[in-house]
């Protein structure tokens, strides 16, 4: 049977190795570095974002944390003017101010932090009753 002869078998072993090896030195010169390049772009591309999304995460915890500051900050002021005996900030103009106060810290804060925790603090001002009436 000529297809298991060894004459016919070590040419055709010969011719294998000879291709495979001329294809591992084309893939090995030509493609790899390439490829080798391509990952290695990728990986400096995820570590520089990786860079900017802890500096953004760090920013943001600043802003957080100076946000429960200020607003912990406002909450005690207003708790000293609550706890007062003499109720002196029930007066209209007194009241008046209170209200423009809180208005602009209401404003900074719209201005400068989150919406999702301002939608979570329910607000009603005096001004508008008193305009009302």
């Known amino acids: 049977m000529p297809q298991l002869d ?24 030509f493609f790899l570095p390439i490829f080798l390049k391509s990952i290695r772009i ?4 995820i570590n520089s ?41 029930l007066k209209k103009q007194n009241s008046i101010i209170i209200d423009k106060k809180l208005s602009i810290f209401i404003s900074n804060t719209i201005k400068f932090y989150n919406l999702q925790i301002l939608n979570a603090i329910p607000f009603s001002s005096k001004v508008f009753n008193l305009l009302n009436k």
């Open 42 to 45: 990728r990986k400096e591309l």
């Open 6 to 29: 060894y004459i016919i078998i070590l040419s055709q072993i010969f011719w294998l190795f000879i291709i495979l090896i001329i294809l591992y030195t084309i893939i090995l010169h």
């Open 49 to 89: 974002l990786n860079l900017e999304v802890s500096n953004l995460e760090e920013i943001s915890f600043k802003k957080q944390n100076m946000l429960y500051s200020n607003v912990n900050q406002h909450l005690l002021i207003i708790k000293h003017l609550l706890n007062k005996s003499n109720f002196v900030f």
